[in-house]
């Protein structure tokens, strides 16, 4: 196996930790915003390793690197904006607002 192939494969091994991981850390937890933190590993992480790997495998210049290195970027600007939406949107569907109520603008967290 060449220095490439191996490198390939670590980062492969690599994006499949993270990812199974983030998985098993989401089963700990109940709340959709909590679950929220553990996807961060996987678009900012192991999207990116995948990305990598195709790169060194198929070359940056390629049409497979290029869009590899494209789906990365969409991910790395897109998620932390789908995140928030996501967030934002749960919270409309608990609290009816999205705006802090007057509970939490004193300071005392709801549960």
Same mark, same amino acid.
């Given at each position: 196996?060449? %220095?490439?192939?191996?490198? &390939? @494969?670590?980062?492969?091994?690599?994006? %499949?930790? *993270?990812?199974?991981?983030?998985? *098993?850390?989401? /089963?700990?937890?109940?709340?959709?915003?909590?679950?929220?933190?553990?996807? #961060? $590993? &996987?678009? #900012?992480?192991?999207?990116?390793?995948?990305?990598?790997? =195709?790169?060194?495998?198929?070359?940056? *210049?390629? =049409?497979?690197?290029? +869009?590899?290195?494209? &789906?990365?970027? %969409? /991910? *790395? %600007?897109?998620?932390? &904006? /789908?995140?928030?939406?996501?967030?934002?949107? @749960?919270?409309?569907?608990?609290?009816?607002?999205?705006? $802090?109520? @007057?509970?939490? +603008?004193?300071?005392?967290?709801?549960?």
């Amino acid at each position: 196996m060449s %220095v490439q192939g191996a490198l &390939v @494969d670590g980062l492969l091994a690599l994006a %499949v930790l *993270l990812s199974a991981a983030s998985c *098993l850390a989401m /089963l700990a937890f109940s709340a959709a915003v909590d679950r929220l933190h553990y996807l #961060g $590993p &996987v678009t #900012g992480l192991a999207v990116p390793a995948v990305a990598v790997a =195709v790169m060194i495998d198929a070359s940056p *210049l390629s =049409v497979p690197g290029a +869009k590899a290195a494209l &789906v990365a970027i %969409v /991910l *790395l %600007v897109g998620g932390p &904006v /789908l995140g928030h939406a996501v967030a934002r949107a @749960d919270r409309i569907r608990r609290t009816g607002d999205w705006r $802090p109520g @007057d509970e939490e +603008k004193a300071g005392r967290r709801r549960p």
